[in-house]
T-cell receptor
């Protein structure tokens, strides 16, 4: 079956531009996470959705970052007025998320990531 | 609060020799601990997880890890390295029933023929 897919795989943009990164989770997975991975670092949590709602967005670095999941499936991470420091690999993961302790008891399946480069 | 420290940024072994990737954690509550592997241009894959059951956890591809509360460690081992094990490995902690994980910085495993 299909895994988590992310598009585009690579995105090069100029400082100040707006970008959208898409995540297509595994069908039936209600939980969806976004992470950011900078070079030489581990993934850093950004935001977590349960269904259509953002259950926790405490990892978003500032108000230039926003994410939506309008129908509880596909999610889009939106970055306004991009800065060079936004350059990273953006990872998406999904899980069944049927119980309260989502991360510990529901394996996360990761997509291959989108490499964002801001010039 | 929770944190995780991977003690080695790179580990180099010969094929057929044992692998040890070290991880120490800090957690205010009972932790859940995980190891993920990331092959180049592939998504992260769960190797194994500890969630307060048996302290010795067996994972995929012959890997295992032992939870040692007294040492706050969760080191990853494998008896015999294979060339296909070459990848980036991440130790992850999630504590107190949290759904927000903290990843370590990663250890790059290099396997020589």
């Amino acid at each position: 079956g299909a895994g988590v897919s992310q598009t585009p795989s690579n995105k090069v943009t100029e400082k100040g531009k707006y970008v959208e990164l898409r995540c297509d989770p595994i069908s039936g997975h209600t939980a969806l996470y976004w992470y950011r991975q900078s070079l030489g670092q581990g993934p850093e949590f950004l935001i977590y959705f349960q269904g259509t709602g953002a259950a926790d967005d405490s990892g978003l670095p500032n108000d230039r970052f926003f994410a939506v999941r309008p129908e509880g499936s596909v999610s889009t991470l939106k970055i306004q007025r991009t800065e060079r420091g936004d350059s990273a690999v953006y990872l998406c993961a999904s899980s069944l998320g049927v119980s309260g302790d989502f991360f510990s008891y529901n394996e996360q399946f990761f997509g291959p990531g989108t490499r964002l480069t801001v010039l | 609060a929770q944190s995780v420290t991977q003690l080695d940024s790179h580990v180099s072994v010969s094929e057929g020799t044992p692998v040890l990737l070290r991880c120490n954690y800090s957690s205010s509550y009972s932790p859940s601990l995980f190891w993920y592997v990331q092959h180049p241009n592939k998504g992260l894959q769960l190797l194994l997880k500890y969630t307060s059951a048996a302290t010795l956890v067996k994972g995929i591809n012959g890997f295992e890890a032992e939870f040692k509360k007294s040492e706050t460690s969760f080191h990853l081992t494998k008896p015999s390295a294979h060339m296909s094990d070459a990848a980036e490995y991440f130790c992850v902690v999630s504590s107190g029933g949290s759904y927000i994980p903290t990843f370590g910085r990663g250890t790059s495993l290099i396997v020589h023929p």
